[in-house]
């Protein structure tokens, strides 16, 4: 029978039958948590299994702290001190990226711990974001979690598939952020519901791993289950290099069947913004021209990439952040900050009045680096912009040019072509 | 020991005054915010329904072993526990619905509590009191009166049986791994 790519993914990990509706057990290859949840994790497996082995496998098992890096709060420094115990009692040092390491699902990348083909799981709801290289990432509860960790798999229900094809050259001063939002613009927060989307079109394989990671990292916000890019030879070779394993990539059958399939032309396209108060409250960037905004946020698994920095700097030369505008910088990972400082990118950040942060999720999880205030206006290049989710104030999601642009301007600003 | 796999039980139908299901019962009508400090299971069922209008005698007329038939979306909204749990406590032996809310559901059969979808068993000429038998293996649904298959729902996954076997998600985390 035609299988979608998800329906081969589960295959690959399960002995049940495999179809849309079914409830099968999945063996896991990487189990996780993070700092949100880890605690509740590990007092599940204390309380529910005090006198038996906890952990089926430590080599696939992992905790990623990025939340709130280091620990601003007393709940969050005791959670993570109750992680960091359990770790180092039942697993090996490696297995811990802690307060330094950065955004868990793109250590997983870097790392070569999630591969295509690979399914993985953990506290992080944006986990899906390894649809990216061609993985199923998938964010559950603390239960699910400590049962995965007990026993190396869980179950789960087969989804239905989406196919979204996009075509057309965006305008210049167009990203992977904008094809995103186009996307969020005519799906909403509901297109995908429960679905596996499928990514198709010249626009979405021209796009390097960053910009993959992009798109599929805001398959949440569309209400999806997780958004699946088959891996180029760019992904396939970086995910070889850093993983040194062999891994199958699926391709979806010519003739299996999708719940929905949707075509955009994006030719074109012009910058996109998310308004207050949710990320589908799409319009073009040039709608909401000269909107006095008080702060900058170039950060998130969204946009934490080296390469959405690269065009920060490349705006950024030379020039100061506007005097009213707070600009924050943090990068995704350790090893992305290396690379800012290794090729001088720091140094322009610096010289144009930016803050630069250590590594982590940023904003997000209120906390990292600040939060905002009622009245203040926020551009960020997250994913989420609820209300109250980052302060009181109101947050705007863009690309890292048009976030870049504003912070100069200190007013919502397109961006020029660089 | 082995649990059954054909339920016997008398149904409460939960319909509202004009004789129709109610589709979209959330989980502040099954189990309202104001009771979540409850953590003792046995102290639960005496709120369940405590929120839905006309149904706050629920508790009173639940019998240990009754089949509880529901429309469409139940459970929908919060993440709550307790929403099923308050049925475990009643020992309501299995919920068949038109469709479940998607968390519901995973809560449910991570606690061992039986769900099945029949998607048109609203229809089905059956009352309050009846009395059916359920094979969670097939799907098949007998009307015990009558002797007659009324429905056949979608049969338990295998991972539904297992868990349901076990006791719970955690119970049957630790059958797996010492056998």
Same mark, same amino acid.
């Not at chain 1, 290859?29 to 996780?32: A, H, I, P, T, W």
């Given at each position: 029978?035609?299988? &979608?790519?998800?329906?081969?993914?589960?295959?690959?990990?399960?002995?049940?039958?495999?179809?849309?509706?079914?409830?099968?057990?999945?063996?896991i290859?990487?189990?996780?948590a993070?700092?949100?949840g880890?605690?509740? =994790?590990? $007092?599940?497996?204390?309380?529910?299994?005090?006198?038996?082995?906890?952990?089926?496998?430590?080599? $696939?098992?992992?905790? &990623?702290?990025?939340?709130?890096?280091?620990?601003?709060?007393?709940?969050?420094?005791e959670?993570?001190?109750?992680?960091?115990?359990f770790?180092?009692?039942?697993?090996?040092?490696?297995?811990?990226?802690?307060?330094? #390491?950065?955004?868990?699902?793109?250590?997983?990348?870097? $790392?070569g711990?999630?591969?295509?083909?690979?399914?993985?799981?953990?506290?992080?709801?944006?986990?899906?974001?390894l649809?990216?290289?061609?993985?199923?990432?998938?964010?559950?509860?603390?239960?699910?979690?400590?049962?995965?960790?007990?026993?190396?798999?869980?179950?789960?229900?087969?989804?239905?598939?989406?196919?979204?094809t996009?075509?057309?050259?965006?305008?210049?001063?167009?990203?992977?952020?904008?094809? &995103?939002?186009?996307?969020?613009?005519?799906?909403?927060?509901?297109?995908?519901?429960?679905?596996?989307?499928?990514?198709?079109?010249?626009?979405?394989?021209?796009?390097?791993? /960053?910009?993959?990671?992009?798109?599929?990292?805001?398959?949440?916000e569309?209400?999806?289950?997780?958004?699946?890019?088959?891996? @180029? !030879?760019?992904?396939?070779?970086?995910?070889?290099?850093?993983?040194?394993?062999?891994?199958?990539?699926?391709?979806?059958?010519?003739?299996?069947?999708?719940?929905?399939?949707?075509?955009? !032309?994006?030719?074109?396209?012009?910058?996109?913004?998310?308004?207050?108060?949710?990320?589908?409250? *799409?319009?073009?960037?040039?709608?909401? #021209?000269?909107?006095?905004?008080?702060?900058?946020?170039?950060?998130?698994?969204?946009?934490?990439?080296?390469?959405?920095?690269?065009? =920060?700097?490349?705006?950024?030369?030379?020039?100061?952040?506007?005097?009213?505008?707070?600009?924050?910088?943090?990068?995704?990972?350790?090893?992305?900050?290396?690379?800012?400082?290794? @090729?001088?990118?720091?140094?322009?950040?610096?010289?144009?009045?930016?803050?630069?942060?250590?590594?982590?999720?940023g904003?997000c999880?209120?906390?990292?680096?600040?939060?905002?205030?009622?009245?203040?206006?926020?551009?960020?290049?997250?994913?989420?912009?609820?209300?109250?989710?980052?302060?009181?104030?109101?947050?705007?999601?863009? /690309?890292?040019?048009?976030?870049?642009?504003?912070?100069?301007?200190?007013?919502?600003? =397109?961006?020029e +072509?660089? | 020991? &082995?649990?059954?796999?054909?339920?016997?039980?008398?149904?409460?139908?939960?319909?509202?005054?004009?004789?129709?299901?109610?589709?979209?019962?959330?989980?502040?009508?099954?189990?309202?915010n104001?009771?979540?400090?409850?953590?003792?299971?046995?102290?639960?069922?005496?709120?369940?329904?405590?929120?839905?209008?006309?149904?706050?005698?629920?508790?009173? +007329?639940?019998?240990k072993g009754?089949?509880?038939? =529901?429309?469409?979306?139940?459970?929908?909204?919060?993440?709550?526990?307790?929403?099923?749990?308050?049925?475990?406590?009643?020992?309501?032996?299995?919920?068949?619905?038109? /469709?479940?809310?998607?968390?519901?559901?995973?809560?449910?059969?991570?606690?061992?509590?039986?769900?099945?979808?029949?998607?048109?068993?609203?229809?089905?000429?059956?009352?309050?009191g009846? /009395?059916?038998?359920?094979?969670l $293996?097939?799907?098949?649904?007998?009307?015990?009166?009558?002797?007659?298959?009324?429905?056949?729902?979608?049969?338990?996954?295998? *991972?539904?049986?297992?868990?349901?076997?076990?006791? @719970?998600?955690? #119970?049957?985390?630790?059958r797996?791994i010492?056998?």
């Open positions: 029978m035609s299988k &979608t790519i998800i329906e081969k993914i589960i295959t690959d990990h399960t002995s049940d039958n495999v179809a849309p509706g079914k409830i099968i057990w999945l063996d290859d990487v189990r996780s993070r700092d949100f880890g605690a509740n =994790v590990v $007092k599940n497996l204390e309380e529910h299994y005090p006198k038996e082995s906890k952990i089926a496998d430590p080599e $696939k098992t992992f905790f &990623t702290f990025d939340c709130v890096v280091p620990a601003n709060n007393l709940g969050y420094a959670n993570q001190q109750i992680v960091r115990m770790a180092r009692k039942y697993l090996q040092r490696k297995n811990l990226y802690d307060v330094d #390491a950065g955004i868990g699902s793109h250590v997983m990348i870097e $790392k711990i999630a591969i295509p083909n690979s399914t993985v799981v953990g506290t992080d709801s944006h986990l899906n974001i649809g990216a290289i061609g993985a199923f990432g998938q964010g559950m509860g603390d239960q699910d979690i400590a049962f995965t960790f007990k026993t190396g798999k869980t179950w789960f229900e087969v989804p239905e598939s989406t196919k979204i996009i075509t057309g050259k965006p305008a210049r001063n167009s990203y992977a952020k904008d094809i &995103t939002l186009g996307v969020l613009e005519q799906i909403g927060s509901k297109g995908a519901l429960g679905k596996s989307i499928e990514f198709y079109g010249i626009t979405v394989e021209s796009l390097n791993l /960053s910009g993959r990671i992009t798109l599929a990292s805001m398959v949440t569309m209400g999806g289950i997780i958004g699946l890019i088959v891996p @180029n !030879d760019e992904v396939i070779n970086y995910c070889r290099e850093r993983s040194n394993k062999e891994f199958k990539v699926h391709n979806a059958d010519s003739d299996c069947e999708y719940s929905e399939k949707f075509t955009f !032309d994006f030719s074109e396209l012009e910058p996109r913004i998310a308004l207050h108060p949710s990320p589908s409250n *799409v319009k073009p960037v040039s709608e909401v #021209a000269g909107v006095k905004i008080d702060s900058v946020v170039i950060a998130s698994c969204t946009n934490g990439r080296y390469e959405d920095f690269e065009v =920060v700097a490349k705006i950024l030369k030379g020039k100061k952040v506007h005097r009213d505008v707070m600009m924050k910088i943090v990068p995704a990972t350790q090893e992305v900050y290396g690379q800012l400082l290794e @090729n001088g990118l720091i140094k322009i950040f610096y010289e144009s009045g930016a803050i630069i942060s250590n590594p982590g999720c904003g999880a209120s906390g990292q680096i600040g939060m905002t205030g009622e009245g203040e206006i926020q551009i960020s290049t997250g994913n989420r912009n609820f209300a109250g989710k980052q302060g009181k104030g109101h947050t705007y999601l863009a /690309s890292p040019a048009t976030a870049a642009a504003s912070a100069i301007k200190g007013e919502i600003f =397109v961006p +072509i660089v | 020991m &082995t649990k059954p796999t054909v339920i016997k039980g008398k149904i409460i139908i939960i319909k509202d005054n004009e004789g129709s299901g109610i589709d979209d019962i959330d989980t502040d009508m099954i189990f309202h104001k009771h979540l400090h409850i953590t003792k299971i046995e102290e639960m069922g005496k709120y369940a329904f405590g929120n839905l209008p006309d149904w706050e005698k629920f508790p009173e +007329i639940a019998s009754d089949i509880l038939v =529901v429309g469409k979306n139940f459970g929908a909204g919060s993440s709550r526990q307790q929403a099923v749990d308050c049925f475990t406590s009643l020992g309501i032996s299995l919920i068949i619905g038109e /469709s479940f809310g998607a968390i519901y559901k995973r809560n449910a059969i991570n606690s061992g509590m039986l769900l099945m979808t029949a998607p048109n068993i609203m229809n089905e000429s059956i009352k309050t009846d /009395s059916l038998k359920v094979n $293996k097939t799907g098949e649904i007998i009307n015990l009166i009558t002797n007659e298959l009324l429905a056949t729902a979608e049969p338990l996954s295998n *991972v539904q049986i297992d868990i349901y076997q076990a006791g @719970n998600l955690f #119970a049957y985390g630790s797996i010492k056998s």
